[in-house]
């Protein structure tokens, strides 16, 4: 069963940046999953669906909502260990919990709070 654990969310300021991670335990089905295919950020508020924000496919390709295009960046660290999504000039739209997934494998979420 694959694992996924996030971290790196907080509290910062409008216009702010912050990079979140998705890494797995290390166990050999966890590792494979995170170093190849495809991983997404989703993003969920409360009383809402859960938001594809960033997707990395196992080749680099990656690709953006549009609300966070030119802000955000995902990718994937040269040992396959870990996805980052670095995000910058943070709005207060961006406020949610962020989790990382891979097929039906989800992290527990990391609370993102931005205020002004």
């Known amino acids: 069963q694959v694992e996924l654990v996030e971290s790196g969310g907080g509290l910062v300021h409008i216009g702010g940046s912050l990079t979140l991670s998705c890494t797995s335990p290390?166990?050999?089905?966890?590792?494979?999953?995170?170093?190849?295919?495809?991983i997404n950020w989703y993003r969920q508020t409360p009383g809402k669906q859960r938001e594809l924000v960033a997707t990395i496919t196992g080749s680099g390709e990656t690709n953006y909502t549009d609300s966070v295009k030119g802000r955000f960046t995902i990718s994937r660290d040269s040992a396959g260990r870990t996805i980052y999504l670095e995000m910058t000039a943070l709005k207060p739209d961006d406020t949610a919990v962020y989790y990382c997934?891979?097929?039906?494998?989800w992290g527990q979420g990391t609370q993102v709070t931005v205020q002004g």
């Open positions: 290390p166990k050999i089905v966890s590792l494979v999953a995170v170093a190849i295919g495809t």
């Open positions: 997934n891979k097929g039906k494998a």
